[in-house]
């Protein structure tokens, strides 16, 4: 088999211009929402938005350029000792709020290490199954699979961030799925977690139990825990098909951090069902594209890396949404790409970046494709 060099206007070429527009444009309609709203949540929230944008363009575009398998597979390991040093440290230095560490504090800014490393815990553990994947219905493969997440989950679940947590659950149950694990496996998992859940909810805080409870259902709390997600989905309902209108809207001026969390309310305040549409479908077709990426991978991690970073897209939109029209309990997860969150916005792109280097090297080399 040989290799051949591509110039960098090749590359660029290759660049899949729906997993780059996509996600513009629905960040697009994230700087306009916060602008709309500028009044309440000030215009920091839009520099700061928007510097995020500029930096994650600019890293798809130098990280697409870059072969991602030149630098995993040398680098696989030390990724997975940075993982667990990154939430580490939030144990350690991080801010506690609400029974939470989720934050670092530097002064001038603060960083959610769990969202950089949601794409490092995507690349390792697809690399992981990629070794094993000949037999990877063997219960010593599927034990050390397990070892190799639940290191990573574990660790933030000391942080108490649940939300997150299931999160990183739902990504690698995608990419086990799709790497061919038994669903006899699947069943067995989920009969252990009702069997165990009685246990961990034990060890749940008040303050996380009573937002599981009140999450499902508002009205138990409606001037306290379910108060949030009531307001927001009267903001939803609001704003009708078509809106208020770019400055218009009222509802949302009292939704507590409305910015980030519930963002998704001030859009359909402001835009109405079409604005709510727009973002939905952009998301539903990124989520497809990603999926068919996946299939024409040159590597069979690579398209692991592909489902998984699909898999963010889906639980994160499902469980924000979810909450947003006071359905699902309010866990602190934000809406891809959309959001106001300089760490999740850039770790999004982030993980763009690594699906479009994987694209863009989709032709590396001649005549035969690659199965590791």
């Not at 709309?36 to 949540?41: A, D, K, Q």
């Not at 809106?243 to 939704?255: C, D, E, I, P, Q």
Request: glycine share 8%; proline share 3%; charged share 15%.
């Amino acid at each position: 088999m040989r290799e051949y060099s591509v110039s960098v206007k090749e590359r660029l070429r290759r660049i899949d211009p729906i997993v780059f527009f996509c996600p513009l444009l629905m960040s697009a309609m994230s700087i306009i929402t916060l602008a709309g709203g500028r009044e309440t949540f000030g215009w920091r929230c839009v520099i700061v938005q928007t510097a995020a944008v500029v930096l994650g363009l600019t890293a798809v575009v130098i990280i697409s350029m870059l072969d991602y398998d030149a630098f995993i597979s040398k680098l696989v390991v030390p990724i997975f000792i940075v993982s667990c040093l990154a939430i580490v440290a939030v144990l350690i230095f991080g801010s506690e709020d609400k029974g939470q560490k989720n934050w670092i504090n530097f002064g001038f800014l603060s960083v959610q290490p769990s969202e950089f490393v949601k794409i490092l815990y995507i690349i390792t553990f697809s690399k992981h199954i990629d070794r094993v994947k000949a037999n990877i219905n063997h219960p010593k493969n599927v034990l050390a699979l397990m070892v190799h997440a639940g290191i990573i989950i574990g660790l933030l679940l000391l942080t108490k961030d649940l939300g997150t947590a299931l999160v990183y659950i739902a990504i690698t149950a995608a990419m086990l799925f799709a790497a061919g694990l038994s669903i006899w496996y699947f069943i067995g998992a989920a009969v252990a977690a009702i069997i165990i859940f009685p246990f961990i909810w034990e060890h749940l805080g008040a303050y996380q139990q009573e937002r599981i409870l009140v999450g499902f259902n508002p009205s138990l709390d409606p001037l306290n825990k379910g108060y949030q997600p009531l307001l927001s989905k009267k903001a939803i309902a609001a704003g009708g098909l078509k809106g208020a209108g770019f400055s218009g809207g009222t509802v949302y001026k009292s939704l507590p951090v409305a910015e980030s969390d519930f963002l998704f309310a001030v859009l359909c305040e402001k835009f109405g069902f079409a604005g709510a549409f727009l973002y939905i479908i952009l998301s539903g077709v990124l989520i497809m594209r990603l999926l068919v990426m996946a299939r024409g991978a040159r590597k069979d991690y690579g398209a692991l890396i592909c489902v998984g970073v699909a898999a963010i897209l889906i639980a994160q939109t499902v469980e924000n949404i979810g909450m947003c029209l006071a359905m699902l309990p309010v866990v602190g997860i934000t809406l891809p790409f959309f959001s106001y969150g300089g760490s999740s916005m850039l770790s999004l792109y982030l993980s763009i970046a690594v699906v479009q280097s994987i694209h863009t090297h989709n032709e590396k080399y001649y005549f035969e494709r690659e199965s590791a």
